[in-house]
């Protein structure tokens, strides 16, 4: 089992930025092998894929509505996964998730085996 947890959510001004954390806990030791992913879900909208990292290919995937403004990067030594979001829109206001798993395509949730609680991001105009 592998225990996610995330922070560093809140509200920030269009144009702003935040950084988001994915703390894992649980089996650390190899938690390496998987592939972490950011997703995020607005009231009344599926969940949508905002960045993932594939350590086995040392590769990272974004979708065209954050590349350029989002980055993820993992810190293995402290078992946490980032998410560094700048040049926020109105439209990155979302519940973000972290994921974890060996998903076929890092694009779907439906690949990722667990899943932290979520936090808010409100981005005002």
């Known amino acids: 089992q592998v225990q996610l947890v995330e922070s560093g959510g809140g509200l920030v001004q269009a144009g702003g930025s935040l950084r988001l954390s994915c703390a894992a806990s649980g089996r650390t030791l190899t938690s390496y092998l998987y592939t972490m992913g950011w997703f995020r879900q607005a009231p009344g909208k599926e969940r949508e894929f905002v960045a993932a990292?594939?350590?086995?290919?040392?590769?990272?995937g974004y979708p065209d509505s954050v590349k350029g403004r989002f980055t993820i990067s993992r810190d293995n030594a402290n078992h946490t996964v980032y998410l560094q979001m700048n040049s926020l829109k109105p439209d990155d206001t979302a519940v973000y998730y972290c994921?974890?798993?060996?998903?076929?395509?890092?694009?779907?949730?439906?690949?990722?085996?667990?899943w932290g609680q979520g936090t808010q991001v409100t981005v005002s105009s």
């Open positions: 994921a974890a798993g060996f998903p076929p395509d890092w694009s779907l949730p439906a690949g990722y085996n667990y």
């Open positions: 990292f594939r350590w086995s290919a040392r590769s990272t």
